[in-house]
């Protein structure tokens, strides 16, 4: 989601975004992983506005999925899909951001976060579909995907906030990658 926000926001004329997407696929391309980077923690770059409206969207997201889970377990299909789609569609940054607030974003963040952040969005709406389509085992596959780049983004640019996942060994892989 914040990726596609700050790629609505660039100016069409403007060649950076174009050449933040094919420096970002070249990476991909080459191997390198957000994991691998060992990042810094994001949050003490972001202003104080944008610290709130991330948490707030993180903890959407996590109350969703902690349904999504009960959903599945008890074959709940519609909660599901409605769930998946929720997550996939969490505006809560995009409806309150000002251009100001996208400019510092884009500023405080690496490509890499952004896009782990795309990647799960992508991932939820495959979920959506799984649950409309009453796929169970397409559901738990994508919701231990979802979690795996939760982790993954967790443990490399939210270590502050979370200190379990700092050393933790997480594969290359989560948190990246065409959906499976």
Aim: aromatic share 4%; with cysteine.
């Amino acid at each position: 989601m914040l990726y596609t926000i700050l790629i609505r926001s660039a100016p069409t004329h403007c060649g950076r975004g174009r050449r933040a997407v094919i420096t970002l696929g070249t990476l991909v391309a080459l191997g390198v992983s957000a994991v691998s980077l060992a990042a810094e923690p994001v949050r003490p770059g972001l202003t104080p506005k944008l610290q709130g409206l991330l948490m707030e969207e993180m903890i959407q997201i996590e109350l969703a999925m902690q349904e999504v889970f009960s959903a599945i377990v008890q074959g709940r299909h519609t909660t599901v899909a409605e769930k998946g789609q929720s997550i996939h569609d969490s505006f809560i940054l995009d409806q309150s951001m000002t251009d100001e607030d996208r400019q510092d974003l884009k500023a405080a963040v690496p490509a890499e976060f952004l896009q782990m952040d795309a990647y799960l969005h992508e991932l939820s709406a495959s979920l959506a579909e799984a649950g409309r389509t009453e796929d169970t085992p397409r559901q738990v596959e994508l919701f231990g995907r979802m979690t795996e780049s939760c982790v993954a983004c967790h443990s490399t640019y939210v270590t502050d906030r979370f200190e379990g996942l700092e050393t933790s060994d997480v594969p290359a892989e989560w948190g990246l990658g065409p959906l499976p």
